[in-house]
């Protein structure tokens, strides 16, 4: 298992599962990534994580989650190749407030936690 090598965002696929994200800065921020992406889509839950760690797509956003919506994705997007963390960069864990960003590399990541946040 591999994540895409897509380091470009007008390139990446985005995915999330929720319309509507609860954190106004949030969904700002998605509104601008889904605007610079080639694709994206809304649903698919799990699968989308699970496309991340196989390279299908390169990027999912979601906010609002629980620990166990997410603890067990980490070590396989990781163990692809990926980075997982919250809308700030800082590395999930259980007591994380529930937004996850998921993508296919640092350099991506990089991307969208400059452009949620500025």
């Given amino acids: 298992v591999q994540?895409?090598?897509i380091?470009?965002?007008k390139k990446s696929y985005v995915c999330t599962s929720g319309l509507y994200f609860d954190n106004?800065?949030?969904?700002?921020g998605f509104d601008k990534i889904i605007q610079q992406t080639r694709y994206h889509r809304f649903?698919?839950?799990?699968y989308m994580y699970g496309m991340v760690a196989s390279?299908?797509?390169e990027i999912v956003l979601e906010d609002t989650l629980k620990a166990h919506d997410y603890m067990a994705l980490v070590p396989i997007i990781e163990g692809a190749g990926g980075k997982v963390s919250d809308k700030y960069g800082k590395n999930?864990?259980?007591?994380?407030?529930?937004s996850?960003?998921?993508?296919a590399?640092?350099?991506?990541?990089?991307?969208?936690?400059?452009?949620i946040n500025n």
């Fill in 105 to 115: 590399n640092d350099q991506l990541h990089k991307q969208l936690i400059d452009i």
């Fill in 24 to 28: 106004d800065h949030f969904r700002k």
């Fill in 92 to 98: 999930i864990n259980i007591h994380s407030e529930g």
């Fill in 43 to 46: 649903g698919g839950d799990c």
């Fill in 7 to 9: 380091k470009d965002l």
């Fill in 3 to 5: 994540t895409s090598k």
């Fill in 100 to 103: 996850v960003i998921a993508s």
């Fill in 55 to 57: 390279g299908y797509i």
